[in-house]
């Protein structure tokens, strides 16, 4: 082997098949115990000498470990592990050595520290609650037993001090994820200097705080007031605010301490801060690490695919998957892999018309970019790179020549004739995306569905000799998904055109749940519709000689003058055999409906003599599962509709419009003539259409993978942010300065945390990073009783504290003890779990893990007498217990306002502002409308987009009322508000949330009382996703308001009544912002002059003028 050789082979080796492998990894989560550092690097716990240098790997589990705390004597390790499933808290030696799960909880979670004692880990916890926004601090032995709720109310960070003072923090997040943030939950501290249980808000810095430390005297904390994310620190009074740290680039996270000295991350890079001398140093740590998750792996193909494409005679297959391009015939054969092998995403892979070629888009430089891949050549791979593409939306091939078509973010339809590399934008939108491309036949035009103003869709047509478009309809609100009747005949769609009401079971309401229909537009004047059935008699009168045919003969131009149109200089010019004639004069008015009716039709396929249709079910936004639709085909001759294959998710047709190929969850299924198959089986092959996806083998070198994932996110922010400027933020320097970051990314979890700081320097709401094939161990689902535990330490029972009743009437909303006749009480005792007996060590929980939905047996020993029975129940899931906390919780705050309120105000909670707020709302508003005032409570909202619906039902100004005979007056309009509303908000009220609060107060409803809201309303679509599944969200869409202009955004709403909850309010079980809301609310209803149902008397309609029998007017008489 010569010199050159072998440095070829080196350098192959070294860039292809391993990843370059730095001194150091990306480094979490630090916790500090006088000369040892424990931090997290590739999801495992590592241990180093507060010096740095070489570190020791402490674990090396299947799932995720993060959050490590020593104990304050340094023996034992506390941290979040997720080896059965969530996050739970877990304990080992310090210096390595077995772990213990010690919680069952299920919820959120995260390890704080230790008492100071070292007797209890203490962590946060969403367990428990009727929200998981609403985290509460426990403390648990580490010998394991019944976790105890510290009473502190809601927090998730907890520092000790001297003499009883303790410091928590609220709403302490990751600064670094929204860099600069200012809205409502900016982390902030209360502090209790003696621990008398009083506490008082510690600050008031307009800044991110987190991570609070208690070190001696004083409070060290992370902020971002000044910028960056710094160490600062303050008295327990709050005084004498000092900064200790100066980073200018990343910031400074995950602060810990063991009482003297402090620790954390930026960056990448582990820090000791020493109080003693106020001096910060960064340490040099080494990995001696196999770095074992960036060792190649295979992938299942069928999991990941991301577009598909039938070979023009439709024997083959083209598909995407994993962002790797591969072809395969459809039931026999290899697959084969084009393109790049690693590094590089392809999508939108299709077939050129010589059945061989193919051509994509890929972002091999950098940017996404045509390639025509061939696969005969030496030189398999063609960039087409000077082409300014943006991101690609969709992507077609003409079915005669090499050019495509292409539409982008930026409401583009652009045309490249592939072998000259020429382009052109054809049109352009200013109201939305071009989407629904199709061609014709002959590949002369091209039919999308175009946006035409804020409210309308129109079916265009583009010219690809003259470069001129034309609308093909006329719509009434939206025309998509357009497609030529293969003989050139007709051009097919969907409009959204039919306005047939159907009332609304639970209200005064009406909608258009179908409201779609499918179109035919005959492309020539002498083209009669397809749905006109000529008679025996009429084809007999044809064949008569002499017979003058009632329409003109095929029309022989394109276009109303009957010129016939120039080639464009910058297209090949097409192929004129199978030529498809357009008459565009009056083409906007001779579109004629199917016969089918209204469905939710979703897309329209057309072969020669049939018409095929994916059609989707009516189904309810919160109904379990996905919603799979079913193809429908219509006979053009015998004008019959038939159901022919279920459950589909997304079809299409070869070029030939001869085979069909559809999507079914993750299966592909192949289908000639789309008739149904020989055979029923599930099994892949020739005889039941399905394709083996098993043949296409999936490699993927995660390094490679990681690279590719972390540039696309950063141009998609790039090409999506909402604002061409990025707000300010120099998004080229950013990607430079966190890029180098990923040579040290070791694990699938790191990558996402460096996503997160790159998209959080934009300082934007919705930039959010999650999902994604991060590393996992066994996920065993917890199961559930639907109770509050307690546990009763002299007989070491497990007992009833409270049964989470719900709603009885919803098996997805209560506790299975509550069933009628089972007999469970609050108070009795649960003996054993499935034969297992409960004790101090063996909590109830533990024995319902991997139990969700199983039936359990329970040996119950009831508080009166000391017969123990079993009992048999199905345990719930965390979900049904959730939703049975929010039940309870809304039931009692509507409970407690009636009752104090002495039937004044009604009450109604808004959990989000999507499906399940807007069925929360209805579900109390229509029950509670006409008390004589309302609370309307969006604590907690989690976003979403019905606002304005919500808003419009609470605008309704009651003028009038029905009277008949028998029944109460009936309020006009119907279900309007009688009375006067109040709102109630706080910081975790965001989106959809925020917008709804300040829309509250800008439309004058009532006053908003609580705390500032979230601050963010730049909102997002779910349009992309990374090649491992991960999804990635732009900030797209800004809302302005009259009154505040931008400024909701990273701020909030403020409330016009300002109250807070403290610490010792939760330990009082007290919620000053509902009695707050009730006061003012029976205030309001006293002062204010409703419309009361009291018209006085009710009017005579006889004879005025008719005298009685003494002769007086009987007008006369009644007055």
């Known amino acids: ?75 034992w390790l506390a941290f979040v592990g997720r080896e059965e499933g969530p996050g739970e808290v877990y304990v080992m030696p310090a210096l390595g050595g077995p772990a213990r799960r010690l919680t069952f909880d299920g919820g959120t979670c995260t390890v704080l520290g230790w008492t100071p004692d ?92 987190a991570d609070p430390c208690w070190v001696g005297k004083r409070i060290y904390f992370i902020s971002d007031h000044e910028g960056v994310g710094n160490i600062y620190s303050c008295t327990p009074l709050g005084e004498e605010l000092t900064r200790h740290t100066f980073f200018d680039t990343f910031y400074a996270r995950h602060l810990s301490t063991d009482g003297e000295r402090l620790v954390l991350q930026s960056a990448a890079d582990l820090y000791v801060f020493d109080p003693a001398t106020n001096q910060v140093r960064q340490l040099t740590v080494t990995l001696p690490s196999q770095r074992t998750q960036l060792s190649r792996k295979f992938v299942a193909a069928d999991q990941y695919i991301d577009t598909f494409a039938l070979h023009p005679q439709g024997h083959a297959l083209a598909l995407t998957t994993r962002g790797k391009a591969f072809c395969l015939s459809n039931w026999e054969g290899a697959s084969i892999q084009h393109g790049i092998r690693d590094g590089v995403r392809y999508r939108f892979l299709e077939w050129l018309n010589d059945g061989w070629r193919l051509v994509a888009i890929c972002d091999s430089p950098g940017r996404e970019t045509l390639v025509i891949i061939d696969p005969a050549s030496d030189n398999e791979y063609k960039l087409l790179p000077d082409i300014e593409f943006g991101r690609v939306i969709e992507l077609t091939v003409c079915p005669v020549e090499n050019i495509v078509a292409i539409t982008n973010h930026r409401q583009e339809l652009i045309v490249v004739d592939l072998a000259s590399g020429q382009h052109g934008v054809l049109d352009h939108s200013e109201h939305g995306r071009i989407y629904d491309l199709a061609w014709s036949p002959d590949g002369r035009w091209l039919a999308y569905s175009f946006a035409c103003s804020a409210q309308k869709r129109a079916i265009k047509l583009g010219n690809l000799e003259t470069g001129e478009t034309h609308f093909a309809t006329e719509p009434i609100l939206a025309d998509v998904s357009p497609a030529f009747d293969p003989e050139g005949r007709y051009l097919y769609f969907l409009g959204y055109r039919v306005f047939n009401p159907l009332s609304d079971n639970l209200q005064f309401e009406w909608s258009f749940p179908r409201g779609v229909q499918p179109y035919a537009v005959p492309l020539r004047k002498d083209v009669r519709s397809p749905f006109v059935t000529e008679t025996r008699l009429t084809q007999d009168l044809r064949r008569r000689p002499g017979f003058v045919p009632e329409v003109a003969p095929a029309a022989t131009a394109d276009d109303s003058n009957g010129t016939e149109p120039q080639p464009a200089p910058t297209t090949q010019p097409p192929n004129t055999s199978n030529r498809v004639y357009i008459d565009l004069d009056g083409i906007t008015r001779r579109a004629v409906a199917f016969p089918t009716g209204e469905a939710r039709y979703s897309g329209i396929l057309a072969m020669r003599g049939r018409v095929l249709f994916l059609v989707h079910p009516l189904t309810g936004a919160l109904s379990d599962g996905q919603s799979r639709g079913w193809i429908e085909s219509f006979d053009i001759e015998t004008q019959r509709l038939e159901r022919i294959f279920d459950n589909v998710n997304e079809a299409m047709l070869s070029r030939d419009h001869n085979t069909l190929l559809y999507r079914s969850r ?175 060590r063996l909590s109830p929980q533990e024995l319902l893990v991997n139990q969700s939905g199983s039936a359990v047996s329970l040996i119950i020993e009831p508080v009166e007498g000391n017969t123990r029975r079993v009992v048999t129940v199905n345990a719930i899931s965390l979900a049904t217990e959730s939703a049975a906390r929010y039940r309870d919780w809304v039931d009692r705050n509507r409970r407690v306002v009636h009752e104090k309120s002495r039937g004044l105000v009604g009450y109604i909670h808004v959990p989000n502002m999507g499906p399940q707020g807007f069925a929360e709302f209805h579900r109390g508003f229509l029950a509670e409308y006409d008390y004589p005032a309302l609370i309307i409570d969006v604590r907690w909202n989690g976003g979403g987009n019905v606002s304005s619906l919500l808003l419009e039902k609470l605008s309704r100004r009651r003028i009038g009322y029905k009277f008949s005979r028998w029944g109460k007056p009936m309020p006009y309009p119907k279900e309007s508000p009688r009375g006067p509303m109040v709102s109630l908000t706080n910081e975790h009220a965001g989106s959809d949330g925020d917008i709804f609060s300040h829309s509250f107060k800008l439309l004058q409803l009532g006053p908003l009382i609580g705390t500032r809201t979230w601050g963010g309303v730049v909102g997002y679509t779910l349009n992309h996703q990374l090649v491992d599944g991960t999804t990635t969200t732009q900030p797209e869409f800004a809302n302005w308001f009259a009154d505040v202009g931008w400024d909701i955004e990273n701020y909030g709403t403020e409330p016009d009544i300002e109250v807070d909850i403290a610490p010792q309010d939760y330990m009082n079980n007290t919620d000053p912002q509902l009695e707050r809301a009730i006061t003012e609310a029976v205030r309001l209803a006293h002062e204010a002059k409703t419309l009361e149902p009291t018209p006085g008397k009710r009017p005579y309609r006889g004879w005025v003028n008719k005298p009685d029998e003494s002769g007086t007017d009987i007008e006369s008489a009644s007055q």
């Not at 001194?23 to 999801?43: H, L, N």
């Not at 601090?137 to 019944?146: D, H």
């Not at 590393?775 to 504290?801: A, H, K």
Request: aromatic share 10%; proline share 6%; charged share 20%.
């Open 1 to 75: 082997m010569t010199t050159n050789e072998q440095e070829e082979l080196t350098q192959l080796t070294t860039t292809e098949y391993i990843p370059h492998v730095p001194a150091q990894g990306y480094i979490r989560y630090p916790t500090i115990y006088k000369d040892y550092i424990v931090f997290v690097t590739e999801d495992d716990l590592w241990l180093v000498s507060s010096e740095g240098g070489r570190a020791e790997r402490l674990t090396a589990g299947q799932g995720r470990m993060s959050h490590p705390h020593f104990s304050p004597d340094g023996n």
């Open 118 to 209: 070292g007797g209890a880990i203490l962590y946060a916890s969403s367990s428990g609650q009727f929200t998981a926004k609403y985290t509460v601090i426990y403390a648990i032995s580490p010998a394991g037993g019944p976790p105890q709720q510290l009473p502190v109310g809601m927090a998730n960070a907890i520092s000790y001090g001297p003499e009883g003072g303790v410091v928590i923090g609220r709403n302490i997040e990751e600064p670094a994820y929204w860099k600069r943030y200012r809205g409502g939950t900016v982390g902030h501290l209360w502090c209790d200097t003696t621990g008398s249980g009083t506490f008082q808000r510690l600050l008031n810095i307009h800044g991110n705080v």
């Open 666 to 840: 993750a299966r592909l299924r192949v289908l000639r003539n789309a008739e149904k198959p020989r055979s029923d089986s599930d099994f892949p092959g020739r005889e039941t259409g399905w394709i083996d996806l098993g043949r296409i083998k999936v490699s993927v070198l995660p390094a490679a993978e990681w690279r590719q994932m972390f540039a696309e996110a950063w141009r998609l922010q790039r090409e999506q942010f909402w604002t061409e400027d990025m707000s300010g933020v120099d998004w080229e320097s950013i990607y430079q300065r966190y890029a180098p970051l990923i040579e040290r990314v070791g694990s699938r979890s790191e990558l996402s945390d460096l996503i997160h700081e790159l998209q959080g320097e934009l300082g934007t709401s919705h930039a959010f990073e999650y999902g994604g094939e991060y590393r996992r161990g066994q996920y065993y689902r917890q199961g559930s009783l639907g109770v509050d535990w307690s546990y009763d330490p002299t007989t070491e029972r497990y007992r009833i504290g409270r049964i989470i009743v719900g709603d009885p009437s919803d098996e997805d909303a209560t506790s299975p003890l509550s069933e009628p006749g089972l007999g469970v009480a609050v108070g009795d005792a649960i003996i054993a779990v499935n034969g297992q007996r409960v004790g101090p």
